[in-house]
């Protein structure tokens, strides 16, 4: 990008330093009582009603000994994590009822809480959780007999955090449903744990953390706010990894290369551990994380990851490069986390970041025919993938349930004396300790303001904080009480306040005007956004090929794996600088949110294509980022893009199947096995080896094989090693290090008598006395290169 100067835009950083404690009102108090997140809440709870809860129960029946009423699901609820969708199911129903009390949600809560009664009253010790021969696992574990990988415990698939699940859902359908049943398992099910893990050392302790585990020390501190034992609170520090809270207290960034999803309900944890006993160390860890990944990890959308692992900060280009973009499961705890934050402070940044990723990436994430999203993807022109009831299972179908019931969970807050108004939602809230009701009406962002009427039967002296958006302009955002025009003194990213008595009827009106702007891409490398006020907007690019739009059960049915739109046929903006793309874009009249970029977009084809909201455009291929450049580098751009784009179509089009060796979705997407095998990451790529082997399967479609392509990295040597494919040795490796500082491919022709199988086991074992090269991927490709 020549001659353009682009700002990037941080949420900005926030102080260690607490400034007012504020208190959410609970679910039941707000209703959000028209527009788009009440359809989508709506959208939500009729997907919910589409699954059967004895499905989702078998897995817990099995365990307990007890009958099944109906087979499990299939995908990921009969491959491993049998019954985690359930615990987030509960969630779900229980914030739903909460906010709507609706009946069919609360019928649906209290079957589920009758089964999982009578599957802890049949294991006898508290235990309830559906994970695959559950009693020989929890036996070994409290035997402390622990063999942990990133996503294993005792070659169970992540079960620590499989239960966490069940805790959260009779969590939440304690905190939110009011469900005392749930409760009086909770507890006990705390107590099962407790006896399991009690005799571990540390060291043991913190060798299984190192399997994905969820939030449990988010809940365990739960449990302790919930009795007042501080036997729980004791726990939850013990299940928290001090791997990451030690070095992110002290502000060491450690978080590249990391898997995303695995880590952020941990800070989550550290955060509640700090609520409940102002412990700075947890809180320092967990302020430091959130202010990483706002300031340098997050996209304009608020989202983050590829392939579900955090890019380095430097190098966004592989985000912009895949079709697995960030995981809606990350968004969807980091603004749990900002919540946190937020109460702790009552500072309007953490809201500015809740909003962001509220409308761009949450509200997005769900089609308005139901079907939730597990990857957004960033590369210009693909497209998401929607689950289906009877098919998808995935994390963020269970965390997709939650997202769209609990819109209402942040629109209002408190103090003994103060309403904070923080987001522009059209919805009442009850403030039962003044007596009076606060109305919204708005159609927001369609229209940029929101009115607010009081209701009480007696005057009522109080404080009304009205948040001051940072994507206001200063000196351009307007407040009236009952007409007149009120002096403001705030600036934007904090809250206007208005004290006075209030009497029933008086009405507030705020102008919200919102600008348009551009965000880049944090690694300069010219691809920038737009945005109008909070709103990111994007184009769509067409409907061709859109593969599996909607997701059948198999592991990777929740990845866009159609044609990507070639690199030089995206849309650009064809600008000297950012001024003259922002002067371009033109409101279209008639059409709120709606514009026009026709005199910047390239090439031709996108001229009459509209910039719109992010949230409105589904199974639509689209773009949000747009590369930006002048007149004079069009045509070099134009060269470097059409050659990487043949590369990359050449690669695509031999491809049958890939693993990214190390990473922990794609490896067990593709069934890994391993003994004495360790994964790491070495120059922002990750790597896989095992001084006694590993493997996985990959998909031979159609029986095409005919190559396996492994990437190496040249300074390894003393590394000898075999390579077998579906139990037939194909080759006998040694490497020496001779290749340098350089990661380079080999490819072994496959024997003809191997590749008839439409799956291939591909196995990598390490000589006696050494060990497997560091493997960086596997590829299974069509042509016979050798």
Not at 22 to 41: H, I
Not at 398 to 412: A, P, R, V, W
Not at 586 to 609: C, E, H, M, T, W
Not at 707 to 728: E, P, W
């Amino acid at each position: 990008m020549k001659n353009c100067v682009i700002s990037i835009i941080l949420i900005g950083f926030f102080s260690v330093k607490a400034q007012q404690r504020v208190d959410l009102f609970p679910l039941e108090a707000v209703s959000v009582t028209s527009g788009v997140f009440k359809q989508a809440a709506e959208t939500d709870f009729n997907y919910i009603q589409q699954l059967d809860p004895d499905r989702l129960l078998a897995p817990y029946l099995r365990e307990a000994g007890l009958k099944p009423k109906a087979p499990s699901y299939t995908n990921w609820e009969n491959t491993g994590l049998d019954g985690h969708t359930l615990g987030h199911y509960l969630s779900a129903l229980s914030m739903y009822f909460a906010s709507t009390k609706d009946k069919k949600a609360e019928t649906l809560i209290d079957y589920v809480l009758s089964e999982l009664k009578s599957v802890q009253k049949a294991n006898g010790n508290g235990y309830i959780g559906g994970i695959p021969k559950s009693d020989d696992l929890w036996n070994e574990v409290k035997a402390g007999k622990i063999t942990a990988g990133s996503f294993s415990l005792n070659d169970r698939w992540v079960p620590l955090y499989n239960i966490h699940k069940a805790f959260a859902g009779l969590k939440d359908a304690w905190i939110h449903a009011r469900k005392s049943e749930a409760k009086n398992m909770l507890i006990p099910m705390t107590d099962w744990f407790v006896n399991v893990t009690e005799n571990l050392s540390e060291a043991q302790v913190q060798d299984m953390l190192r399997s994905e585990h969820g939030g449990l020390n988010e809940v365990f501190a739960e449990v302790h706010h919930i009795t007042g034992d501080s036997k729980y609170l004791e726990l939850a520090k013990r299940f928290s990894e001090r791997a990451l809270l030690n070095p992110l207290a002290v502000n060491e960034d450690i978080l590249t290369g990391m898997h995303a999803n695995t880590q952020i309900p941990k800070f989550i944890g550290f955060e509640r551990i700090n609520q409940m006993e102002a412990a700075k160390t947890y809180h320092d860890a967990a302020l430091n994380f959130y202010n990483n990944i706002v300031n340098h990890r997050s996209l304009s959308i608020g989202g983050n990851s590829v392939r579900e692992h955090f890019n380095p900060i430097d190098d966004f280009s592989s985000v912009l490069s895949s079709e697995q973009g960030p995981e809606t499961c990350n968004t969807y705890n980091m603004l749990k986390l900002s919540k946190m934050f937020f109460e702790g402070s009552a500072d309007a940044g953490y809201i500015d970041f809740y909003e962001r990723g509220l409308y761009n990436h949450i509200l997005s994430s769900q089609n308005p025919n139901g079907g939730f999203v597990y990857f957004t993807p960033m590369r210009p022109g693909h497209y998401r993938v929607y689950s289906q009831p009877e098919t998808s299972f995935w994390c963020c179908v269970g965390s997709g349930m939650e997202n769209h019931t609990k819109y209402n969970e942040l629109i209002y807050a408190k103090t003994d004396d103060a309403l904070y108004v923080n987001l522009f939602v059209p919805s009442t809230v009850k403030w039962k300790e003044k007596s009076a009701i606060l109305t919204q009406q708005t159609n927001f962002p369609e229209d940029p303001k929101t009115v607010l009427i009081w209701t009480g039967q007696r005057k009522t002296k109080t404080t009304i904080m009205l948040r001051y958006p940072s994507w206001v302009k200063k000196g351009t955002l307007k407040v009236s009480i009952n007409g007149e025009s009120q002096e403001i003194n705030a600036k934007p990213g904090t809250y206007i306040v208005l004290n006075r008595k209030w009497t029933n009827g008086d009405r507030i009106e705020m102008q919200l005007p919102m600008q348009l702007s551009l965000e880049e891409i944090q690694d300069n490398s010219g691809y920038v956004s737009v945005k109008y006020g909070p709103i990111v907007l994007a184009a769509k690019t067409g409907t061709d090929n859109q593969d599996g739009l909607f997701a059948d059960d198999s592991r990777g049915g929740h990845i866009a794996n159609g044609p990507f739109l070639p690199i030089d046929e995206a849309p650009i903006f064809l600008a000297e600088n950012s001024n003259n793309i922002l002067k371009n874009i033109k409101p279209i009249l008639g059409y709120p949110l709606k514009f026009s970029a026709s005199a910047v977009l390239y090439p031709d084809k996108y001229k009459n294509v509209f910039l719109q909201p992010f949230y409105t455009i589904h199974e639509k291929r689209y773009s949000i980022y747009f590369k930006v450049e002048s007149q004079d580098g069009l045509a070099e751009m134009q060269r470097n893009l059409i050659e990487k784009q043949k590369a990359e179509s050449h690669l695509v089009s031999i491809t049958l199947d890939y693993v990214a060796s190390g990473e922990q979705q794609p490896e067990a997407d593709h069934d890994i096995k391993s003994e004495k095998s360790n994964s790491g990451l070495h120059q922002n790529r990750h790597w896989r080896d095992a001084t006694g082997w590993f493997s996985y399967n990959l998909k031979n479609k159609e029986n095409r094989a005919k190559t396996i392509r492994v990437t190496y990295f040249g300074k390894d040597a003393g590394r000898k090693f075999k390579i077998l494919v579906n139990g037939v040795e194909i080759a006998a490796v040694e490497l020496n290090g001779s290749k340098g500082e350089t990661f380079f491919d080999v490819d072994y022709s496959l024997p003809e008598s191997v590749v008839d199988k439409d799956v291939l086991t591909v196995r990598f074992e390490a000589d006696k006395n050494s060990s497997t090269a560091g493997v960086y991927g596997v590829r299974l490709i069509s042509l016979n290169t050798n």
